[in-house]
T-cell receptor
Framework: DGGITQSPKYLFRKEGQNVTLSCEQNLNHDAMYWYRQDPGQGLRLIYYSQIVNDFQKGDIAEGYSVSREKKESFPLTVTSAQKNPTAFYLC??????????FGPGTRLTVL | GQNIDQPTEMTATEGAIVQINCTYQTSGFNGLFWYQQHAGEAPTFLSY????GLEEKGRFSSFLSRSKGYSYLLLKELQMKDSASYLCAVKGGTGRRALTFGSGTRLQVQP
């Protein structure tokens, strides 16, 4: 089945640790995106990539890093520089100009 | 910059019709999307408007007026399962290929 997978579903991190969230898609989409959602809020764009080996900062990129070495994969690293990382993280993909399809999300909690 | 406004919460009765409004201000415009998001889940695509007018898809319809920076999502024959958040998202002009989301409207359908 075609789709987007994110792992893990739940993730716990100690303060000061870096952690990487996985996002894989087999839809052959060119573009991939990372969003953050806080309780009762909409989605805020962290990073996006329109093509392999290229990515752009979104509205809240500070404290995050990404890579796009393969078309299918767009991992997000939450670094210790991100002061308030507890949130629901959503990955999405699309062909440029079309609707975005979302993965199931990763809920990150900092202990 | 981009700004999107939606009501925070709405309540409606099963079997009724509800209209969820969205106003936006963007630098450039390349389409408006509506997504449905159940609590704790990923958003799912509902509709896309790029030209003025009404798009109908079953019980759901979406309207766009580009000159007024206004859209609405119309839900007919409401069912209990329609209780969810509804997110309005705008695709901006050149240089911004990702979506900007509103904060979402939480709809509660009552018996």
């Amino acid at each position: 089945d075609g789709g987007i997978t994110q792992s893990p579903k739940y993730l716990f991190r100690k303060e000061g640790q870096n952690v990487t969230l996985s996002c894989e898609q087999n839809l052959n989409h060119d573009a991939m995106y990372w969003y953050r959602q806080d309780p009762g809020q909409g989605l805020r764009l962290i990073y996006y990539s329109q093509i392999v080996n290229d990515f752009q900062k979104g509205d809240i990129a500070e404290g995050y890093s990404v890579s796009r070495e393969k078309k299918e994969s767009f991992p997000l690293t939450v670094t210790s520089a991100q002061k308030n990382p507890t949130a629901f993280y959503l990955c999405a993909s699309s062909n440029l100009g079309n609707e975005q399809f979302f993965g199931p999300g990763t809920r990150l909690t900092v202990l | 910059g981009q700004n999107i406004d939606q009501p925070t919460e709405m309540t409606a009765t099963e079997g009724a019709i509800v209209q969820i409004n969205c106003t936006y201000q963007t630098s450039g415009f390349n389409g408006l999307f509506w997504y449905q998001q159940h609590a704790g889940e990923a958003p799912t695509f509902l509709s896309y408007n790029v030209l003025d007018g009404l798009e109908e898809k079953g019980r759901f319809s979406s309207f766009l007026s580009r000159s007024k920076g206004y859209s609405y999502l119309l839900l007919k024959e409401l069912q209990m399962k329609d209780s969810a958040s509804y997110l309005c998202a705008v695709k901006g002009g050149t240089g911004r290929r990702a979506l900007t989301f509103g904060s979402g409207t939480r709809l509660q359908v009552q018996p």
